[in-house]
């Protein structure tokens, strides 16, 4: 049997409960289908690039799957009609990842930062009172000769002055 990873997106307005059914509906199918489902992680209500069928925000799940491409062309065919799925992304995979997804590692490390990440060390400082550190003063010219030189008045040709 092949080996796939699966994201979906459902609506922003259903429940954490009523994500939980989906999944647990489509796990139904793949089951059926002969297959078996590895880790499901819930990645939460996210912020969407752009709208999505009316929709600013989506429930994100992950599910490792093992199972032959009926069952899968099924869950998908499935999760196409359903008004509750906004995406779905489906990758076939060499093996399974170990361990928790990027997504979710990237989450516990903002929580073991805080909630501003590493930014609590830095000094406070207003706009415009960087160091500049020990860069010499500039001068107008490219070889360092000090002022610049008057310009010679430009002169238009060809039209009226």
């Not at 880790?39 to 199972?67: F, I, P, Q």
């Not at 207003?126 to 001068?139: E, K, L, M, T, V």
């Amino acid at each position: 049997m092949a080996l796939y990873e699966h994201v979906f997106l459902a609506r922003q307005d259903l429940s954490q409960q009523q994500v939980d059914e989906l999944v647990e509906r489509f796990k139904g199918v793949i089951t059926a289908g002969g297959g078996s489902i590895g880790r499901v992680e819930n990645w939460g209500l996210k912020s969407l690039t752009y709208r999505v069928k009316k929709n600013r925000k989506a429930y994100y799940t992950l599910m490792d799957l093992t199972c032959p491409p009926a069952a899968l062309n099924e869950m998908e065919r499935q999760m196409g009609l359903s008004e509750d799925v906004l995406r779905f992304m489906t990758v076939k995979v060499d093996k399974h990842e170990e361990g928790v997804s990027a997504m979710m590692q990237k989450r516990e490390e903002r929580s073991e930062r805080g909630s501003f990440g590493d930014r609590g060390d830095r000094p406070s400082r207003g706009f415009g009172d960087r160091d500049r550190g020990d860069r010499p003063a500039r001068s107008f010219d490219r070889d360092g000769g000090g002022e610049r030189a008057p310009r010679a008045p430009r002169s238009f040709e060809g039209g009226a002055e």
